[in-house]
Each structure stands twice: as structure tokens, then as C-alpha cells.
């Protein structure tokens, strides 16, 4: 197994990819826009990878599925309400409600991890994060957040905790370069990383964002530190879930690093699965070779975070051609009672993948 999560250039796989995917066994794939454009096409193209991984347990199969402008289905029909205008009914059978319907789509497409909820605090930067927030403080984070990761895990759908420890405060988006927030561990745990420290028991994966701190680590990104990740996430917080990094393609990383570099750095740090989102084939190889001149200590302790998250993932048969149009008919009906947020947020490529 090749502790990677990799993207998928297109409707289908090339042949490449399949040389590739069965050779290496990347430990899972994340899905974009560019990969969904019907329904079945996009359950032949997961149920393709879980047939090329060889293995007692299913490939992580992941998504960015939060809502609002962060959604992958637009193309076939489904989108969701954002965090934020979720959060801003203040109802949580309306969340609750929002989560099932988030879950029924990805199981119908073969989708088991959802790389959601956004658990950092909303802020009035422009810095991708926009819209996507539960809210503007950590009460507010944690309740909402909790309500809907609670609700999408039930579904049976796996979670992630994003973007540890919290990049609210961000004055950048980290698509385009890296941003420097200031803080101790400590100030970090006063505010911003309150919801994940609250809600780590019940996240079976955390994401960890691209920042500089200076305080923590005067040198090395977030999700590449030792300091942040082993030091602060598992050591003193005590997390033993799977690590996610976010996308090392981002200008925050990729312009500093190459992925090969940030790859193997992210798994020195105590990362499980660094994410090459974007042109994964030219990569895989030599991030290959290198993950595997990393020594035993490093590599078994990921591997058995890996093959636990894995064991917990479900895949359920698709929906019928009628289900399906039920769903849809339900989620509009269902997407027209919650209220659309007024205003523009800034734009950002999170919201174009």
C-alpha cells in the first residue's frame, strides 16, 4: 500500500492510471467536479477502484462535499446548502437533515470519506473559507459542526476535521501561497482548534491545513511540522485518527516544495496520507521510491491508523434510475426551505475543482 491519497484526472481512468493504481496501491483517490458528470459513470469509475485494490478493505474514496460553493455534484443535480446558511436556521433537525441527504448522494456514487465538516472559525478574510464556516466563534463551530458530523457519520459516511489547528484568522488563501497566522499551542487552543479538541472523539479523521506559525515552527508549514502534528495534534492532544494533509498541489506548498518533498515530509511529521489532488501519475513513482526508504517507525504506525480507518468504511449497491430521481425531487424540495445567504464571497479555487 502506498499511503497517498490521489487525484483522478478525468470520467474515466486512463490506462495509465490503471497501471499505475494497480502496481502501487494508493490507500485511496478523492474525486472533483472533473470526475462526476452522471451518476452511474461516476459508480462504474469508484466501483473500478475498489476492484484494482487488492486487500481485505475497501480504497478510501474521498470527496469535498461540505455544501454551498464547495460542492463536486452540481453537474449531476445535487447541490447542498452551505454551512453557513445551515447554521443560520439555528435548527438542528435542518442540519441533521442536510447531512443525510449529503450522505445518500455519495453513497449512490461509491463515495465512502467526505473530507468535511470545515471546523475552522469564520472570519471576514478573504481566504477561501468564506461561506463554508459554522459560524464566527467556537461555541458556534462546535455545536453546528458537531450536529451535522454526528448526523453524516450515522449516514455511514466517514468524516474529516478540517483545517486543523484552525485557519480562520488566515489573511491569504493557501490555493495561491502559504499563510502566517501567530500563536502558542496554547492561544490556538483558546479559540481556534477549540472544536476540533472538542470534538476529536467522534472524528475519525482530521485534515491538517497549509499555515506557517511561527511560534510552533519558525521553518516548516503545518501540515509538513512535526511540532504541529506530532508534537501538538498527537502528542499533547492525544489524537490517534488518520491524518489527512490538505492538497500538497496548493501554491502554499507547491511552490516551495515539490511533491515528492512535501510527500514524504507530511509522513515524517506524523501525517498518515498526504494528498496529491492534481496530475497524480506524473508523481506516484517517485513518491514511491522515496515513502519507501522512510524507516519502520514512521511507516507501521500510519499503516495501522490507515487499515483501522479502512476497515470502517461501507459501500452500499447504488440507487435505481427511480430512487434516484426521488432523491432529487426530495433534496430541491428540501434545499427550498433553507434561506440563500445574500452577498458575494471572494472567489477562490476551492470552489472551481
Known amino acids: 500500500m502506498l499511503p497517498i491519497i490521489a487525484g483522478i484526472e478525468g ?5 495509465r492510471e ?3 493504481f494497480a502496481q502501487l496501491q494508493p490507500a485511496g483517490y ?5 470526475n462526476i458528470a452522471d451518476y452511474e459513470l461516476t459508480r462504474e469509475l469508484t466501483d473500478e477502484l475498489r476492484a484494482l485494490t487488492t486487500g481485505p478493505d475497501a480504497p478510501i474514496i474521498a470527496i469535498d462535499q461540505e455544501g454551498g460553493r464547495v460542492v463536486r455534484t452540481a453537474d449531476i443535480c445535487v447541490n447542498h446548502p452551505s454551512a453557513a446558511e445551515l447554521a ?7 442540519i441533521t437533515q442536510a447531512a443525510w441527504y449529503n450522505a445518500q448522494c455519495l453513497y449512490t456514487l461509491g463515495v465512502n470519506t467526505n473530507f468535511a465538516p470545515v471546523l475552522d472559525i469564520g472570519s471576514a478574510h478573504a481566504n477561501a473559507l468564506p461561506s463554508r464556516c459554522w459560524g464566527y466563534d467556537s461555541q458556534a463551530v462546535t455545536t453546528h459542526g458537531g450536529v451535522w458530523n454526528r448526523a453524516h457519520a450515522r449516514a455511514g459516511i466517514a ?11 488566515a489573511e491569504c488563501d493557501p490555493h495561491f501561497d502559504l499563510p502566517v497566522l501567530h500563536g502558542t499551542r496554547d492561544s490556538f487552543l483558546s479559540e481556534a482548534a477549540i472544536p476540533f479538541h472538542a470534538l476529536m472523539p467522534e472524528l475519525p479523521s482530521m485534515m491538517i491545513a497549509h499555515l506557517l506559525i511561527p511560534e510552533i515552527d519558525p521553518e516548516l508549514p503545518t501540515s509538513l511540522s512535526p511540532a504541529l502534528v506530532q508534537g501538538f495534534l498527537r502528542n499533547q492532544l492525544g489524537y490517534d485518527g488518520v491524518v489527512f494533509t490538505d492538497d500538497l498541489c ?3 506548498i507547491a511552490k516551495r516544495y515539490t511533491p515528492v518533498q512535501s510527500a514524504v515530509l507530511a509522513l515524517q511529521a506524523g501525517c498518515d496520507l498526504p494528498l496529491i489532488c492534481h496530475q497524480a501519475t506524473e508523481h506516484l513513482e517517485a513518491v514511491a521510491e522515496a515513502v519507501a526508504q522512510l524507516p519502520s517507525q514512521v511507516l507501521e ?5 490507515i487499515e483501522h480507518f479502512r476497515m470502517g468504511l461501507h459501500t452500499r449497491p447504488p440507487m435505481t434510475f427511480l430512487q434516484w430521481r426521488e432523491y432529487l425531487d426530495d433534496l ?3 434545499n427550498a426551505r433553507i434561506p440563500r445567504l445574500q452577498g458575494a464571497t471572494p472567489g477562490s479555487p476551492v470552489q472551481d475543482y
Open 11 to 15: 470520467l474515466v481512468l486512463t490506462a
Open 18 to 20: 490503471r497501471e499505475l
Open 30 to 34: 478523492i474525486l472533483f467536479t472533473r
Open 88 to 94: 443560520a436556521t439555528g435548527n438542528s433537525h435542518l
Open 159 to 169: 468524516t474529516c476535521g478540517k483545517h486543523f489547528p484552525g485557519m480562520g484568522a
Open 250 to 252: 496548493m501554491g502554499a
Open 301 to 305: 504506525p500510519a499503516f495501522a491508523r
Open 332 to 334: 430541491r424540495h428540501f
